[in-house]
């Protein structure tokens, strides 16, 4: 007798419903990615809090226990396992974790920074369907970024584990360099398509075969 599938939860009904900013775009991602060389795609629906709150103040110290710590100065990320906190400010941070900690798939993230910040002067967004994730990778994604960012992303300057507040593209995005040949910027929703369309065409030229 063949076996019948589960029936769907309402955790998987919910995903399969869910279309990312740039959903449009994943194809030309795939087909515009040069292997080894520079690779882009999208990093869907993580889950992404604003948290406003003193460093130093009670509160603060509270939510720097639910994160793994608040980062100490300007392009400074801190955190724990895959929860990570950005700098974005004197007393402001984005707070960047799984999909799977946001409070409408069962997640306990934002329940634990509410409870923390508690009646302490501050605030806490859920800032997950503000923005999206691209995740640029290779040795040429640096290249590639220096096309149209005015930071100085050499490395030296640019490190990994640096998160800054910048314009690619004259796009506005937070960008973190994750790791020596690797980036995520992080655009408003509204502009994901522009610049996935922006970061597709100044990667275009690696994917272009050498004239002999």
């Known amino acids: ?5 589960a029936p769907a939860t309402s955790y998987q009904k ?18 515009g990615s040069v292997r080894g060389v520079v690779e882009l795609g999208e990093v869907t629906f993580l889950t992404m809090v604003g948290v406003r709150v003193g460093r130093d103040s009670d509160a603060g110290r509270r939510i720097a ?11 400074g990320v801190s955190g724990t396992g895959e929860t990570a906190v950005l700098w974005l400010g004197p007393a402001e941070f984005m707070v960047v974790a799984p999909m799977e900690a946001h409070e409408s798939l069962g997640g306990d993230l934002m329940p634990a920074l ?3 910040l508690a009646d302490g002067e501050g605030q806490v967004v859920d800032l997950s369907a503000n923005r999206t994730t691209f995740e640029l990778t290779g040795p040429q994604s640096r290249a590639v970024l220096e ?5 100085d992303l050499h490395p030296r300057v640019f490190k990994a584990g640096t998160a800054l507040s910048t314009e690619i593209g004259n796009i506005p995005v937070v960008l973190w360099k994750t790791g020596e040949e690797s980036y995520r910027l992080f655009p408003r929703s509204s502009f994901a398509d522009f610049l996935g369309r922006w970061l597709l065409d100044a990667m275009r030229e690696y994917a272009a075969p050498e004239v002999p």
């Open 1 to 5: 007798m063949a076996e019948t599938a």
């Open 14 to 31: 919910h995903l399969s419903l869910r279309t990312s900013p740039a959903a449009l775009l994943r194809a030309a991602f795939e087909t």
């Open 65 to 75: 226990s639910v994160t793994g710590g608040l980062p100490a100065a300007s392009g």
């Open 114 to 116: 509410r409870e923390a």
């Open 147 to 151: 096309k149209g960012c005015s930071l």
